[in-house]
C-alpha cells in the first residue's frame, strides 16, 4: 500500500522554523519530523510513501534525494504553493488504481497508532474514509480541585473526554468523487459531502498523539520522545 502524507503548508505559527524550513523538517532530536511519521509507516509495511509538498518544497526533496539509500521508496511531489488539503490530495489521483485503498496523514503529527489495526478496521467497514479519532494532550497542567484545596496537579495529562481528528486517514479511490477540482480544505466541504452519505468511519486511538503547532509543542515532543526511547531500552 501507499501512504501520502500532506507536507505542503507554511506553519507560520512556527515561525521561528518555518521561515527558513517546511514544518514537517524541524528537528526533534536532531532528526526531521516527517522521518518519525516514515519510519512508523515503514514499520508496518507500507510500501510507498508519496509526499505531497508545496511550501520549500525543494527542501524537503533535497532531503530525500540524499537520504535515497535509507528512504528508497519516498516520493517528493509538488502540489503547489497555496494548495489546500483536498487539491494536494486530488493532484495526486494518478498515483492509485480503481479499488486500491491507501494511508494519508499530515506532516506535522505523530502518533503510536497501529496501522495494521486502521486498515483492518477500514477494510472490514467498506467505507470511503476512515479517520483515527484520537484524545490529544492537554495544553495545560490538570488540577483535581475539592473546595479550594487542590488535591492533584497533572502536568499536560492525555485528555479523557473527547475525541478529535488525529489524521492518520485510511481512504478507499472512491474518495475522488468527493473531491473537485475547486481549493478546498478536505476538512471541510468535501468531509461534509462524506459525513451526509454517510460514508466516514472512525478508528478510535488511545494511546500516544501528538501534533506540533508551536514552539511549546516542539520542546515537549521532544521531551516526549527522549522520554519514550528510555522505556525501551
Not at 24 to 39: F, G, H, Q, R, S
Amino acid at each position: 500500500m501507499k501512504a501520502i502524507i500532506l507536507a505542503g503548508g507554511k506553519g507560520t505559527r512556527l515561525a521561528e522554523y518555518t521561515s527558513k524550513i517546511p514544518k514537517p523538517m524541524v528537528n526533534i532530536n536532531k532528526k526531521p519530523l516527517i522521518t518519525y511519521i516514515i519510519d512508523h509507516y515503514i514499520k508496518y509495511g507500507v510500501k510507498e510513501i508519496l509526499i505531497a509538498g508545496g511550501y520549500k518544497y525543494n527542501l524537503l526533496k533535497n532531503y530525500f534525494l540524499l537520504n535515497k539509500k535509507k528512504y528508497p521508496n519516498v516520493r517528493v511531489l509538488n502540489t503547489g504553493l497555496n494548495s489546500l488539503t483536498a487539491k494536494r490530495m486530488l493532484k495526486l489521483k494518478k498515483n492509485f488504481k480503481k479499488g486500491e485503498n491507501f494511508f494519508m496523514t499530515y506532516g506535522d503529527g505523530v502518533a503510536d497508532v497501529d496501522i495494521a489495526k486502521l486498515l483492518k478496521h477500514h477494510e472490514k467497514n467498506k467505507k470511503a474514509c476512515t479517520l483515527t479519532a484520537v484524545r490529544p494532550i492537554a495544553r495545560f497542567g490538570e488540577l483535581k480541585i475539592t473546595g479550594n484545596t487542590v488535591n492533584s496537579f497533572n502536568e499536560k495529562p492525555q485528555l479523557k473526554q473527547g475525541w478529535i481528528n488525529g489524521g492518520f486517514f485510511v481512504f478507499s479511490y472512491k474518495i475522488f468523487k468527493f473531491l473537485n477540482k475547486k481549493n478546498q480544505m478536505f476538512e471541510r466541504e468535501p468531509m461534509q459531502k462524506l459525513l451526509k452519505k454517510r460514508n466516514v468511519n472512525s478508528f478510535k486511538h488511545s494511546g500516544f498523539w501528538m501534533c506540533m503547532d508551536t514552539l511549546r509543542d516542539k520542546i515537549l515532543l521532544e521531551k516526549i520522545i527522549i522520554q519514550n526511547s528510555k522505556k525501551k531500552l
